[in-house]
């Protein structure tokens, strides 16, 4: 039996999401939370084998629970479960350790055979969210910075952390990696100090003062 956290804002859909796996021997629903802050204290407490995660929530969004749920220790393999299949949700979801990333509009039992997979530590994507991963991984790094990249950039050369910089631009820190990734392939750098040098020099930051 694979026990569940159901993570969503709607009670609806938390309704109908328990009312599904629990009428399936298969699975346990261990409990339910309302957005990312009770998301983690549910997850540290409970610590199912699968967390069912929506990302757009009030207080603490669902990238950010999936950051703090790894750094508090928790070995819950999370499957995203979301309306929103845009790069700016799906690149930094996975890229904090999202196991999976499926629509709502999944079929009952595709939502099933994901839940299972995520148990076992494999990777279950719905279609559009693979295409759009794979488009991301074939289209090459080119043309100039995007103003949020440059608003990275800066905050990095400045000497600011990951979690600093997220906080200064009211993001997520899986997204100022994800902005930092697309930096580097830009570039043509591995790390911080290098692009940081490399964009003095192509004059995309200028010196202070």
């Keep these: ?101 499926l ?20 990777a279950m994507l719905s279609p559009s969210v693979a295409t759009r991963l794979m488009g991301q991984m074939r289209q090459p790094a080119s043309g100039p910075l995007s103003q949020r990249e440059l608003e990275v950039l800066e905050l990095i050369a400045q000497g600011t952390t990951n979690r600093e910089a997220a906080k200064r631009l009211f993001i997520s820190e899986a997204t100022v990696k994800t902005h930092l990734l697309h930096v580097y392939a830009k570039l043509g750098v591995n790390d911080r100090a290098a692009a940081v040098a490399t964009a003095f020099s192509q004059g995309y930051l200028t010196p202070r003062g």
């Design 103 to 122: 629509l709502k509009d999944a079929p009952r039992d595709e939502l099933f055979r994901a839940v299972e997979a995520a148990a076992e530590g494999k």
């Design 1 to 101: 039996m694979i026990s569940l956290l159901i993570v969503d804002d709607h009670p609806v859909v938390r309704d109908g999401l328990r009312g599904m796996f629990s009428a399936d021997p298969r699975f346990e629903v261990l409990g339910e939370a309302g957005d990312g802050e009770e998301a983690i204290a549910a997850g540290v407490k409970l610590r199912p084998d699968v967390i069912l995660m929506d990302l757009r929530m009030p207080r603490i969004d669902g990238v950010t629970a999936i950051e703090e749920l790894a750094k508090r220790g928790v070995t819950s393999r999370i499957l995203v479960l979301t309306t929103y299949d845009t790069d700016s949700d799906v690149l930094p979801a996975i890229q904090a350790g999202a196991t999976g990333y």
